[in-house]
């Protein structure tokens, strides 16, 4: 099945300065790169998603690139601001991002320093 | 919130007793599914559910029972759990279970057994 490595598991960045998160899968196959931003107190909210047929796909702040070829993809987010802060979540799907597609790495804990 | 609702929000339960978490969803979605989210792992699929269907069930052990009476609706019926099943347990719904891509979460049920 599917693996998902995600790193780092804790990222304190100054407000302004820019953030990457980075995710590796494993199954060839996957071809859908969801992003969940999770809010203490509240459930996963897809923040950006992108699928195998593109390399990088923007969204103001946000950004995300998918290198197909060594299987990793990575969030970037540019300017970063207090509202930031919150635990991110990466995950691959070989079913478009279907329920028995959707693989979840360990999240990481990003920390907006003022 | 994201138009996926469960109650109750906290659940403290002692291992012989039985409750039920409820999920209802108000976006028109077919497919809904359980998660269990502990501490430093990723998100776990528990079931999956597709036009009231169940079509997962990622080995996930006798004590925990869902039931789909429609498709707005999810219940995970629990009994004599253990103290590892504590954690934050997540409803999520989507169109449909292949190939459409966002799944919307509720805020989850945080559960403590004792």
């Known amino acids: 099945g599917e693996n998902v490595e995600q790193h780092p598991s804790t990222l304190s960045v100054q407000e302004g300065d820019s953030a990457v998160i980075k995710c590796t899968y494993s199954?060839?196959?996957?071809?859908?790169f969801p992003w969940y931003k999770q809010e203490l107190g509240k459930g996963p909210q897809l923040i950006i998603d992108?699928?195998?047929?593109?390399g990088e796909k923007k969204d103001q702040r946000i950004a995300v690139t998918l290198n197909k070829t060594a299987k990793h993809f990575s969030l970037h987010i540019t300017e970063t601001q207090p509202e930031d802060s919150a635990v991110y979540f990466c995950a691959a799907s070989d079913s478009g991002g279907g329920a028995d597609g959707l693989t979840f790495g360990k999240g990481t804990h990003l920390i907006i320093q003022p | 919130e994201t138009g996926v609702t469960q109650t109750p929000r906290h659940l403290v339960m002692g291992m012989t007793n039985k409750k039920s978490l409820k999920c209802e969803q108000h976006l028109g979605h077919n497919a809904m599914y359980w998660y269990k989210q502990s501490a430093k792992k990723p998100l776990e699929l528990m079931f999956v559910y597709n036009f009231k269907e169940q079509t997962e069930n990622n080995s996930v052990p006798s004590r925990f029972s869902p039931e789909c009476p429609n498709s707005s609706h999810l219940f995970l019926h629990l009994h004599t759990l253990q103290p590892e099943d504590s954690a934050l347990y997540l409803c999520a719904s989507s169109q449909e279970r292949q190939g459409v891509g966002e799944q919307y979460f509720g805020p989850g049920t945080r559960l403590t057994v004792t």
């Open positions: 199954d060839s196959a996957s071809n859908y």
């Open positions: 992108i699928r195998s047929n593109v």
